[in-house]
């Protein structure tokens, strides 16, 4: 049974949700308010293609507990042209920009060849290096391909996150030692998410980091009854913690530190 008190957890941070998404941009104080009555006082709000982008950081002028990623993802990847990187350089430039991305490669749903995902990602991948950005990384059954552009291509020292982390428990090490950060979301919690949960003890405490990914997949209970919004990160930190066997408030602390660390974030 939930009880009033497992709904609020303090000092979280939202490190991955689409605030411009249709779903939660018709009520934006109302998804902040229940946000911040749920403990969160930060939230990073992830562009998907250039217009969302700049939407993103118009909203994070209004909310100063925003932060913003701006990106093109990889089922929009067809669509994109040459001059995309330099519009995308601009946004970046916005002071309310932390990170580049959602980028990467998605064959699972394979909305767009391959070889197109490829291309766009490997030149985000160096637009993040050249900018000393974070990028932010979305990767889906493409993980022999998605290593092999980080081979060829300069993060830098700090070179983001694997996030809604899917992918086998034996690679965590190796994305580890490339030093990046590994992002849990409300999957974690889904009953027939095993090879999730045994991926997320192998991360070390201190590249550890968590998000919603709202507007999809709501973390359980309420995976199959809710709209996923930020206030409900707090029930995957819970099950997250629990798993760990760490108690939740540090969970939030360690993830919240982790976030600041890896976005330059400051103090909130
Ligand atoms: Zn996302």
Redo the contacts with the bound molecule.
């Keep these: 049974m939930i009880t009033d008190s497992d709904l609020h957890l303090p000092g979280l941070t939202d490190s ?3 605030l411009t998404s249709a779903e939660l941009s018709k009520d934006i104080p109302a998804v902040l308010d229940r946000a911040r009555s749920a403990g969160l006082t930060c939230l990073l709000t ?1 562009g ?1 293609g250039l217009d969302d982008s700049a939407d993103a950081i118009e909203l994070a002028r209004r909310y100063r507990q925003l932060r913003v990623s701006v990106g093109l ?1 990889p089922h929009g990847a067809a669509s994109v042209s040459s001059d995309h990187f330099g519009k995308l350089a601009a946004l970046a430039a916005a002071p309310e920009v932390v990170a580049l991305g ?1 980028a990467g490669l998605d064959y699972y749903y394979d909305h767009c060849p391959r070889d197109i995902q490829r291309s766009v990602f490997a030149q985000q991948a160096g637009l993040a290096g050249e900018l000393e950005l974070p990028l ?1 990384i ?1 990767c889906r059954d493409a993980w022999d391909d998605c290593l092999a552009i980080f081979d060829r291509v300069d993060l830098g020292s700090n070179p983001g996150v694997f ?2 982390y899917t992918g086998p428990p034996e690679l965590i090490r190796q994305l580890i030692d490339r030093g990046f950060y590994v992002s849990f979301a409300g999957m974690v919690t889904f009953r027939n998410a095993d090879l999730c949960r045994a991926a997320a003890k192998e991360v070390p405490p201190q590249r550890l980091l968590i ?1 919603t ?1 709202a507007p ?1 997949l709501a973390p359980e209970p309420f995976r199959k009854t809710k709209p996923n919004e930020p206030a409900l990160l707090v029930h995957t930190a819970r099950f997250l913690a629990q798993l760990l066997g760490m108690p939740p408030i540090e969970l939030a602390h360690l993830t919240t530190q982790n976030a600041r660390d890896l976005f330059s974030l400051g103090d909130y």
Excluded: K, T
């Design positions: 991955h949700c689409h992830v998907q993802g959602e932010i979305h996030h809604c998000e990914d999809y």
